[in-house]
């Protein structure tokens, strides 16, 4: 394990579970059955403490997720697993992203101290009553489903009801990094069936395949809007007409009576 030779990613997201309890529309999991249960993949925890470990030893100061497509609250060694990074990373920035349906009083006082924000997108129509029960918090911050499906992504072409906008460019993915449950360094965020890795982690520092030349010529012509993959070619976002219109509707929804 080395200090990364080129700069540090900004964004470490680690996938623990493959499972969702929620079939959300704007989600690939509405579509394909990776998120089931019944396919439930979960990461080894060995995997887990070699990634952490490895980002621990080269002062890791950006922010690390549990996170891609699975619930992680919905992992039952997650405060484990948390407590285990937070002693590895001290200077990283912890952050949950979750539908908050698996919250409960007593899993935020496991989390909390390894966990600087824990951030929760209510999918449903009703707030999670452990949710309910916390807020306001600090370091809980609540969203609605509206949030999302006003800047919703077609998953790189893979929601193919989701209008966008194609992108003419792409930064974004410079900056972070996506390691499924098994390991594989992903493409981006937005490639849910993994159709572009590079590589698997275990065996292998994170600076390798952070460094990897495949990855970068990918990345580096991405950013010059030179897309050689068709997964880039179809990635978009909402229109900014139509995503204000979203915002707009639930800013009256809010607001009306009862």
Not at 176 to 186: C, F, K, Y
Not at 216 to 238: I, K, Q
Request: hydrophobic share 35%.
């Amino acid at each position: 394990m080395g200090v990364f030779t080129d700069h540090q990613p900004g964004v470490v997201e680690v996938e623990t579970t493959t499972y969702c309890n929620r079939r959300c529309t704007y989600c690939p999991n509405s579509i394909f059955d990776r998120g089931l249960r019944a396919n439930e993949t979960q990461m080894p925890e060995d995997l887990w403490r070699q990634i952490v470990d490895d980002l621990g030893a080269q002062n890791f100061v950006g922010q690390f997720s549990p996170h891609r497509y699975g619930e992680p609250l919905a992992d039952e060694r997650l405060p484990e697993l948390l407590a285990h990074a937070r002693a590895a990373m001290p200077h990283a920035r912890i952050a949950i992203y979750s539908n908050g349906d698996f919250l409960t009083p007593h899993l935020w006082d496991r989390l909390s101290p390894s966990v600087d924000q824990l951030i929760i997108t209510q999918h449903g129509d009703v707030m999670p009553a452990g949710l309910r029960a916390l807020l306001p918090h600090p370091r809980i911050r609540y969203r609605t489903r509206a949030t999302i499906e006003a800047r919703a992504s077609n998953r790189a072409g893979t929601l193919t009801h989701i209008p966008v906008t194609l992108r003419r460019s792409c930064g974004v993915v410079m900056s972070e990094l996506h390691i499924d449950a098994h390991g594989d360094l992903m493409l981006c965020c937005e490639d849910y069936l993994g159709k572009r890795t590079f590589g698997n982690i275990r065996g292998r520092t994170l600076d390798e395949i952070w460094s990897d030349p495949d990855r970068l010529a990918v990345h580096r012509g991405a950013v010059r809007g030179e897309f050689a993959l068709d997964a880039c070619r179809s990635c978009g976002y909402f229109g900014a007409a139509h995503a204000e219109a979203q915002l707009n509707e639930a800013a009256r929804l809010r607001e009306a009576p009862g």
